[in-house]
């Protein structure tokens, strides 16, 4: 199994999308809980944000392919949980448009990203 700095640049272009976003979603935690007096939200958008990096980055030593699909898979499944936590914060008037548009637009982008290496991970290993 290839390490991800390996892997064609998609791959690395994921581990560092998904660490800077994790250090915004660790900022906006910070302002929510200090600023806004919001806690039981914004900790579970920090957990599943910043779980993503965390899944990215544990895929670099993946025993496998399909364990590399695995974890790659649960990061997408993290990015997609962070985007539903990011519309209950802008529903809830706690961000505003400006800041919801621009993180949506970054998971989103992460979410792309996930689904691509993924699909072509599994076309490439037969699964």
């Given amino acids: 199994m290839k390490s991800i700095d390996m892997l064609p640049q998609k791959e690395s272009i994921i581990k560092q999308k998904s660490e800077a976003f994790s250090i915004r979603i660790i900022k906006m935690y910070k302002y929510l809980s200090s600023q806004k007096n919001e806690y039981a939200i914004s900790k579970q958008v ?14 670099r030593n993946a025993q496998s392919s399909s364990d590399f699909i695995s ?13 539903y936590w990011l519309k209950c914060l ?6 505003t448009k400006v800041q919801y548009t621009s993180m949506n637009n970054d ?3 992460i979410i792309k990203i996930l689904v691509k290496i993924i699909k072509t991970s599994k076309e490439r290993n037969n699964l």
Avoid: M, P, W
Avoid at 46 to 56: D, E, H, K, M, Y
């Fill in 46 to 59: 920090l957990r599943s944000g910043t779980s993503i990096g965390a899944n990215v980055n544990e895929s």
């Fill in 71 to 83: 974890k790659l898979s649960i990061a997408l499944k993290e990015a997609d949980e962070t985007a």
């Fill in 90 to 95: 802008y529903g809830g008037e706690f961000i």
């Fill in 107 to 109: 998971i989103q982008e």
